[in-house]
C-alpha cells in the first residue's frame, strides 16, 4: 500500500470492491481502523472470539445446504448479502446462503451480531468424530483466507484426506488458543 517495509507479522486491509487483501504497514493499517468511515479500504480486525453456547441442530445445519462439515461465512456490505464459503480442491466454493435459515440460526444465538462485515469471518464446524457438537467462531477473514490456501495444495478426494484434516485440526488448535468467549449481545436479555 506504500512504500514501508513491512515485516512476516503485519496487518491487512481488504478493498471492499475487488475484495481483495492488501499487506499494510501499521502506519497505513491505523488509517482503516474507524468502522464507521466511508472507505474503499477497512482494516481487518485482530480479535478472535468463540461461542460457548452456540447451538445448532443437524436439521439447521442441512438448511444451510453447506455440503461439508466446514464452513465460513461473512457479511459483503456492498451486495448487503451473507455469503458462505466452503473449501474444497479448487480453493473456496461459494455457496448461496439461504437466508430465512440464517436469520434463524441468529435469532437463536444473538451474539453472532458481533461479527462486523466485510472483514471478519464466522467460522463454522460440524460434528465429527472427535467434536461431538457444531462450534462457531470469529475469525480475521485474512485467517479464512490463509486456510482455504493451505487446503487447496492439501485436499484429496471429496473430503479432503488425512493431510488437509490435520491442517484443519491444527488451525482450530490454534483458533481455540487465540479465542476469548464473545460478550453477550445487548439486546439478547441474558442469554448467550
Ligand atoms: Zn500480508
Ligand atoms: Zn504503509
Redesign the pocket.
Known amino acids: 500500500?506504500?512504500a514501508?517495509p513491512i515485516t512476516d507479522a503485519h496487518q491487512h486491509v481488504v478493498n471492499l470492491e475487488s475484495r481483495l487483501l492488501m499487506c499494510?504497514?501499521r502506519?497505513?493499517y491505523l488509517l482503516f481502523t474507524a468502522e464507521q468511515a466511508e472507505l474503499r479500504y477497512r482494516a481487518v480486525p485482530e480479535r478472535y472470539l468463540s461461542f460457548p453456547g452456540f447451538s445448532l441442530g443437524a436439521g439447521e445445519w442441512d438448511d444451510l445446504q453447506i455440503p461439508v462439515g466446514l464452513a465460513f461465512l461473512f457479511q459483503n456490505s456492498v451486495q448487503d448479502r451473507t455469503v458462505a464459503f466452503y473449501p474444497g480442491p479448487a480453493g473456496a466454493t461459494e455457496s448461496e446462503l439461504p437466508l430465512d435459515a440464517w436469520v434463524r440460526i441468529v435469532d437463536a444465538n444473538p451474539s453472532l451480531r458481533h461479527l462486523r462485515p466485510d472483514v471478519e469471518a464466522l467460522l463454522l464446524r460440524g460434528p465429527d468424530r472427535d467434536h461431538p457438537r457444531f462450534t462457531a467462531h470469529l475469525v480475521p477473514i485474512d485467517a479464512c483466507y490463509a486456510l482455504v490456501g493451505r487446503l487447496r495444495s492439501l485436499w484429496r478426494g471429496f473430503d479432503g484426506g488425512q493431510q488437509a484434516r490435520a491442517a484443519i485440526e491444527d488451525f482450530f488448535a490454534r483458533v481455540d488458543r487465540r479465542s476469548r468467549p464473545a460478550p453477550l449481545w445487548p439486546d439478547s436479555g441474558g442469554t448467550p
Open positions: 500500500m506504500c514501508e499494510t504497514c502506519g497505513c
